[in-house]
């Protein structure tokens, strides 16, 4: 079946930055792009970016340009998502999501907690 | 791009039927038939349960629906039930080649 395993949750002081890795199994990984969206605590989902395994295009919302930067790892089947220059309105958790070939994320990862704080 | 407008909660009785409204823009909802839908449960991940203004994905009940009129999109839960107790998002393709997502609804089961 689809799945999308997430990295563990991570803590980061103000200034640094964090990679987060996604892991695709059950499907032609070269096939589909991959979302990243967040969630604050207590708050609604944000779409970050897109990238295609394939060749590596990347998409980014406005907002994140500049400080983020999504690759991937074929070999692996692995996608990553870092986030430099890190605030504390960055903690949030992040997911990563499979696009079901129309315009939305049809399996979802379990998601990674990102905690900034000094 | 600002957030889909959504509102911030939604109730109803069991079998009662609710719908969710998801206002956008030009930009996005009014300029494609790219709108979805996303069931979360507290501390969960989303769950897709609507895509293309009104395609359901395998395993989603047929008592959810979409709809789309200019640049509002609507999901409607027909025979309401208490597992449909949850936070339900809107999301668009847009015109910046991104997505947008809306800032969410609390559905509540009286």
């Known amino acids: 079946q689809v799945q999308l395993v997430q990295s563990g949750a991570e803590v980061r002081k103000p200034g640094a930055s964090v990679k987060i890795s996604c892991t695709a199994s059950?499907?032609?990984?070269?096939?589909?792009?991959v979302h990243w969206m967040r969630q604050a605590p207590g708050q609604g989902l944000e779409w970050m970016g897109i990238?295609?395994?394939?060749?590596?295009?990347?998409n980014y919302a406005q907002k994140f340009r500049g400080r983020v930067t999504m690759t991937r790892d074929t070999s692996t089947r692995t996608l990553y998502m870092e986030l430099s220059s890190l605030g504390s309105e960055d903690t949030a958790v992040y997911y990563c999501?499979?696009?079901?070939?129309?315009?939305?994320?049809?399996?979802w990862g379990p998601g990674t907690l990102v905690t900034v704080s000094s | 791009q600002s957030a889909l407008t959504q509102p911030a909660s939604v109730s109803g009785s069991p079998g009662q039927s609710i719908t969710i409204s998801c206002t956008g823009t030009?930009?996005?909802?009014?300029?494609?038939?790219?709108v979805s839908w996303y069931q979360q449960y507290p501390g969960k991940a989303p769950k897709l349960m609507i895509y293309?203004?009104?395609k359901r994905p395998s395993g989603v009940s047929n008592r959810f629906s979409g709809s789309k009129s200019g640049n509002t999109a609507s999901l409607t839960i027909s025979g309401l039930q208490a597992e449909d107790e949850a936070d339900y998002y809107c999301?668009?393709?847009?015109?910046?080649?991104?997505?947008?997502f809306g800032n969410g609804t609390q559905v509540t089961v009286l």
């Open positions: 999301s668009s393709y847009t015109t910046s080649n991104t997505y947008v």
């Open positions: 999501a499979k696009d079901s070939g129309s315009f939305s994320g049809d399996c």
């Open positions: 293309d203004v009104s």
């Open positions: 059950g499907y032609s990984f070269t096939s589909y792009h």
């Open positions: 030009l930009s996005d909802i009014g300029s494609y038939n790219y």
């Open positions: 990238i295609h395994p394939s060749g590596g295009n990347t």
